[in-house]
């Protein structure tokens, strides 16, 4: 069983940053890949970034790449979201993700989520 919590969301102006992290409960960390995905009102659940057990490779939706960059710290049992130059469409609850190993892009192939963070971009 894997538990995760995410922290470091609020409210930001938009152009600003924001970086987010998810603390894993879990014995091999290691053998997990993890996934951000995110969700506005009214929207389905969508891919942000994704990074594979070891770090090695990461995957990003085309509507953040060059802003938002993930990573992970294995030894801290933690991944982070760094968002820069936010926008207000970057607004959603985000959510961090666990499957076992190699990293992937869709809701269906992670198998643990966390609560979710809100984030709030301003105009």
């Known amino acids: 069983q894997v538990q995760l919590v995410e922290s470091g969301g609020g409210l930001v102006q938009a152009g600003g940053s924001l970086r987010l992290s998810c603390a894993a409960s879990?014995?091999?960390?290691?053998?997990?890949?993890m996934g951000w995905f995110r969700q506005a009102p009214g929207k389905e659940r969508e891919f942000v970034t994704a990074?594979?057990?070891?770090?090695?490779?990461?995957a990003y939706a085309d509507s953040v790449k060059g802003r938002f960059t993930i990573s992970r710290d294995n030894a801290k049992n933690t991944a982070y979201l760094q968002m820069n130059s936010l926008k207000p469409e970057d607004t959603a609850v985000y959510y961090c993700a666990a499957r076992r190993y190699g990293l992937g892009r869709s809701v269906s192939d992670y198998d643990y989520w966390g609560q979710g963070t809100q984030v709030t971009v301003s105009s």
């Open positions: 879990v014995r091999t960390f290691s053998n997990y890949a």
């Open positions: 990074i594979n057990y070891s770090g090695s490779t990461t």
